[in-house]
């Protein structure tokens, strides 16, 4: 049997800033392990703790307890070594204003140790991105397009983005699911933060739900889509009536509609089926939740979801 180390690990890695009387850890004690080869999602709102938690994995910051190893070295230890095999896409990236595009990739290249400037070329061309001018001229939109070059751009082992599709528009946003595919083929890691569930559903090999400072869940993003719930629609020959299930235990969210019943159910579909036996069906419908939806079973109750739920996809995570 091979056994196949971790590309990223955390032991009871713990981070509480100082701030006053504050004292509630920004992260508690994560446990997390990331394969060789996946895209994991790493999910949560606001304030959850996912910027946190990169910056404890490139050392930009020192954990309050525990620790962290990437390809099986100390990141605090190894950490100038492991960047060199890290590809990062900050959430709010900040270059140099005066220099063009291309100065400043042959600058961050240098650093780095070998530039493939053909690869570059693909990468920009693909983008649709002028490497001509210079980064102040640049809309928020071409400055994540340059921000994603800087990442791929040595063919990282690893890739860690944070939101790295905010600002780019929906072709854009397709070629990038496009580059992550062929990233996974390649065989290479991603670690992604995304507030965008319908594409983190796209990809994602697996998916981490973070809340207040604490993993709540990890599973494949099928698993995590499986479980709960699902949304049931029956067609009858009559009218359809809410009365009909009103009271059934594991009943929730039902709407009725001309010939269609539509509920929310949780559990076996023996009571619901016996609780609309006597009426003739016509057709029975069963839709799986979206990651989406999962996503609000763990943060609905919570006053930044409720303000957000008609557009859940614009919810900043």
Known sequence: MVITRPVIQTFDLTMIYPNGKQTKPALDNLNLSIRPGEIFGYLGPNGAGKTTTIRLLLDLIRPTAGHASIFGLDVRQHSVQLHRRIGFLPGELSLWD??????VIHYIGRVRGGLDMKYVGSLAERLEFDMSMKVRSYSSGNKRKLGLILALMNRPELLILDEPTNGLD????????????????????????SHILNEVQEICDRVGILRSGQLKEVKTVSDLTHAGFRWVTVQFDDAASVDMVADLEGVTDVSAREDKLKLKLTGEFDPLIRAIGEQYIVDIQVQEPTLEEVFLTYYGDTPAMRSNHRNVKEVVL
Do not use: C, N, W, Y
């Not at 005066?98 to 100065?103: C, F, M, S």
């Not at 929906?170 to 933060?193: A, C, K, N, W």
């Open 170 to 193: 929906p072709l854009m946003q397709q070629i990038f699911l496009q580059l992550m595919h062929e990233t996974r083929l390649d065989g290479r890691t991603v670690f992604l933060s």
């Open 98 to 103: 005066g220099l063009t595009a291309k100065e």
